[in-house]
């Protein structure tokens, strides 16, 4: 079994910043990619920055130059530095990961898993 994490989100004024982790545990071995999505009232979840274990980085065009994805590969984390917020940045954001699982029977194909969603909200 394998459990994401995520913690930050609030309520933050325009301009501001915020910085949403995300943790991953259980019997992983090995995440292929990370990320974070988000999912605002009447839309389509979207992506809005993803990392793969090459390090390979993409954003959304409209988090381009604002958001950050960071992560720490040893701990099985990653965060989402978000700067310069916009009330149309407001949605349920949630944490990602494609992940490898190791049990007693071996290892097994990589899975997508989910976060729990937070909040973060940025007042017009």
């Known amino acids: 079994q394998v459990q994401l994490v995520e913690s930050g989100g609030g309520l933050v004024q325009p301009g501001g910043s915020l910085r949403l982790s995300c943790a991953a545990s259980?019997?992983?071995?090995?995440?292929?990619?990370m990320g974070w999505y988000r999912q605002a009232p009447g839309e389509q979840r979207e992506l809005v920055a993803r990392?793969?274990?090459?390090?390979?980085?993409n954003y959304a065009d409209s988090v381009q130059g604002r958001f950050i994805i960071s992560t720490d590969n040893a701990q099985n984390t990653w965060d989402l530095l978000m700067n310069s917020l916009k009330p149309e940045d407001t949605a349920v954001y949630y944490c990602?990961?494609?992940?490898?699982?190791?049990?007693?029977?071996?290892?097994?194909?990589?899975?997508?898993?989910w976060g729990q969603g937070t909040q973060v909200t940025v007042p017009a």
């Open positions: 990602y990961a494609v992940i490898v699982t190791v049990t007693h029977t071996g290892i097994h194909g990589a899975v997508d898993y």
């Open positions: 259980g019997s992983i071995f090995a995440i292929n990619a």
């Open positions: 990392v793969t274990k090459s390090g390979s980085t």
